[in-house]
């Protein structure tokens, strides 16, 4: 089940990549199946509300640029930093 998971996420993310611009508000959906509804986690997952806007980015950045082949590696990989800070934007400002 999370393979598939994992494949449809890269497909969907393949296509964003061949769009002209990533859709944020779409990228923060899928945050929202490993993270939660409303971001607050669950028993394996750590809630995004519980570090800072800051913490958010610069933890999104190391994934970026790290070598590693985590989900979130591969997930951010895509993303620019102007999007990065975007998606903090609509998680964090809403809190």
């Not at 990549?17 to 929202?32: F, Q, S, T, V, Y």
């Not at 933890?59 to 102007?82: F, G, P, Q, W």
């Amino acid at each position: 089940m999370i393979n598939s998971f994992f494949f449809v996420f890269f497909l969907f993310i393949c296509n964003i990549i061949l769009a002209d611009e990533i859709e944020i508000p779409i990228i923060l959906e899928n945050c929202k199946g490993c993270h939660g509804y409303n971001f607050k986690g669950n028993k394996y997952i750590e809630s995004l509300l519980d570090i800072e806007k800051s913490e958010f980015i610069s933890k999104m950045n190391d994934y970026k640029y790290s070598d590693d082949n985590y989900a979130m590696n591969r997930i951010s990989k895509v993303l620019t930093e102007d999007d990065i800070k975007k998606i903090a934007e609509l998680i964090y400002d809403k809190k």
